[in-house]
C-alpha cells in the first residue's frame, strides 16, 4: 500500500516554515522564473505543486513544491523563493532537499540594477548538511523593441559556509569560501499565453575553497487561465569537486501547476 501521508505532511510543514519566515533551509530553484517582475504594487506571489507517482512494477512517489512572495514599489522589487522536493522509491527516501532564497533588487535606472541576496539549503543525497550564503551584485538588462525578449547579464560575490556530512571513509567537515556569481537569463515571450526563460550560472571558486559550479535552469509556461499556468522545467547542475562518493552532475526535469495570486 503506498503511504502519502509522509512526503504531503512535509511539504506542509515546509510551506508553514515558508509562510512565517523562519526555519533552517534545505536544491537548486530556477530564481528568474519565480521571480517575473510584478505588475501589481504591493505584495503578490505564487505557487506550484509537482507530483509524481507509481506502483506495481514501479513504486515511487514524489513531490515538488515551489512558492514566491514578492512585493514591488514601482522600481525596487523584494522576493523570497522557496522549493522543495521530497521523494521516495520501494519504501526508501531517495530525495529530500529544499532551498530558500531572498532577494532585493535596487533599481537605479531602467536596465541597471544592484542586487543583495541571501540564501539556505540542505540535500541529503548530495551529502549537504547545510549552505549558508550572502552575496550581491550588479546587474544589466535589455530587451528589445516589442519586449517579447528579455535578456539580463549579471555578476556579483557571494560567500558561503557548507556543512558537508560524513562517511565511513570521511568525516565532517566544513568548506567556507568566497566564490565569484556570473549568470545570464534569456526570457522569451513566445505568445500571450506561453514563455520560457534560461537561466545559466558559472560560479568558480575564489577564496579558501576551489573548482567551479555551473547551473542550467530551464522553464516553459502556458497559461490555462487568468491564474493557472503548466510548467515544464529542466536542472542541471554541475560541481567540479563533489565530496566523496557524490555524482559531480545532476539533471531532473518536472511537468507540474503553478497558480499566481
Known sequence: MVKWQHPISRCLQAAFLFGLGIGNAQAIVNIENLRAQPTRLGWSGNTDVSLEWRSGNSDRQNVRLGARLDWFDGEDNFFTVLSYDYGESLGETNTDNMVVHSRYIDAHTRVFATEY?????????RRLESRSLLGGGLRYSIENDEKDIKNAFAAGLFYSMER???????????????????????????????SLVNTLYYQPALSGVSGFRALDLFAFNVQIDGRLSLRVSATVEHDSEPPEGVEDTDIAVLTGLSYEF
Open 164 to 194: 558537508i556530512n560524513p562517511t565511513a571513509s570521511d568525516v565532517q567537515r566544513d568548506e567556507d569560501g568566497i566564490y565569484g556569481n556570473f549568470y545570464w537569463v534569456f526570457n522569451y515571450k513566445i505568445n500571450e499565453r506561453s
Open 117 to 125: 541576496f541571501a540564501q539556505v539549503e540542505q540535500n541529503e543525497f
